[in-house]
């Protein structure tokens, strides 16, 4: 076996078998202990901008949960960068567990009202940051820009074997905008939405995919139905869905993205949507680290 099927996990189940579908998961999860799956991708090219321009320090946002915010703090930690976490909202003592792992990785956290917070990407307070942090190179909240497309092309560069269709769950739609380019018209692609309001978010991927190789493709389609009443919500279906996945399985997902794209796919199995022989291959994007807080939060098994 060559590495590159390595990271490809076949699932076995009744219900794919009934309907003569192949699923993998490619476990991008696995790529890093805490710089997890789909951040890597979107911070490799970043980073190497950030030294060519002479910066020592990486300054981005995220909410407290925020598995960019993890992934920014140990990159700096392993790349001998600073880094400094722009937080929405108050400070909560103690910290929780995605905002401790970051102040331990030596990232340095302020706090911005939610007010303030909604105009960081503004030019005005932009301004204000680089005067304040000459050395910072800035990474948008989610670190999707440009690079992190060119980044996201890879996630399919190793897949050796046919296949129909590739599932990734998207936030801001970096990560599947650069599946979708690294594709150039191959295979379908399908995402979903772990928010409300996926009509802006199609226009998004579309501008990222146009941005980074000036092309458009016809050959994908957002599925917007599987959010569970929006971003970081959840319903008691998607939990059990989750633990049966990792009894079955022995692979986590977690609640935000992957266990939503998962229970999607499911889903779509059930209705007939892919075809008898269709291959799909499911990116699981990590994001565990957010995982044990949330369990211990809400008093579950996960
Ligand atoms: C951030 C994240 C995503 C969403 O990536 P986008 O590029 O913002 O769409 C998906 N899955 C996991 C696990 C993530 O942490």
């Given at each position: 076996?060559?590495?590159?099927?390595?990271?490809?996990?076949?699932?076995?189940?009744?219900?794919?078998?009934?309907?003569?579908?192949?699923?993998?998961?490619?476990?991008?999860?696995?790529?890093?202990?805490?710089?997890?799956?789909?951040?890597?991708?979107?911070?490799?090219?970043?980073?190497?901008?950030?030294?060519?321009?002479?910066?020592?320090?990486?300054l981005t946002f995220g909410g407290a949960y925020s598995n960019h915010i993890a992934a920014v703090s140990a990159t700096g930690q392993e790349f001998n960068f600073k880094t400094i976490g722009f937080i929405r909202g108050e400070p909560h003592v103690p910290l929780n567990s995605t905002l401790q792992f970051a102040q331990n990785c030596g990232m340095q956290l302020h706090y911005l009202d939610r007010t303030t917070y909604r105009q960081k990407q503004e030019p005005d307070f932009q301004e204000q940051l680089i005067s304040k942090y000459p050395h910072a190179y800035l990474l948008p909240e989610g670190g999707t820009n440009v690079l992190a497309v060119k980044g996201c092309t890879e996630i399919i560069h190793d897949i050796n074997i046919p296949v129909d269709y590739i599932c990734c769950a998207a936030g801001t739609g970096g990560t599947l905008a650069g599946i979708i380019a690294g594709l150039q018209g191959k295979a379908q692609v399908l995402g979903f939405s772990a928010l409300k309001g996926g009509k802006f978010l199609?226009?998004?991927?579309?501008?990222?995919?146009?941005?980074?190789?000036g092309q458009e493709y016809d050959n994908w389609q957002l599925q917007t139905d599987y959010h569970f009443g929006g971003y970081a919500k959840v319903k008691p279906e998607l939990i059990a869905f989750m633990q049966a996945f990792k009894e079955n399985h022995h692979i986590p997902l977690e609640t935000i993205y992957t266990g939503k794209m998962m229970y999607g796919i499911y889903d779509l199995i059930r209705q007939?949507?892919?075809?008898?022989?269709?291959?799909?291959?499911?990116?699981?994007?990590?994001?565990?680290?957010?995982?044990a807080g949330f369990a211990e939060r809400f008093g579950l098994a996960l």
């Open positions: 076996m060559t590495p590159a099927s390595a990271s490809l996990q076949l699932i076995s189940e009744p219900l794919l078998q009934e309907k003569a579908l192949t699923l993998y998961l490619k476990r991008e999860d696995l790529l890093h202990p805490y710089i997890s799956g789909n951040k890597w991708r979107k911070l490799k090219y970043n980073l190497a901008e950030a030294k060519n321009q002479g910066k020592d320090t990486l199609e226009a998004d991927i579309a501008a990222l995919v146009k941005e980074y190789n007939d949507f892919f075809k008898a022989g269709n291959t799909i291959i499911a990116i699981h994007t990590g994001g565990l680290q957010g995982l």
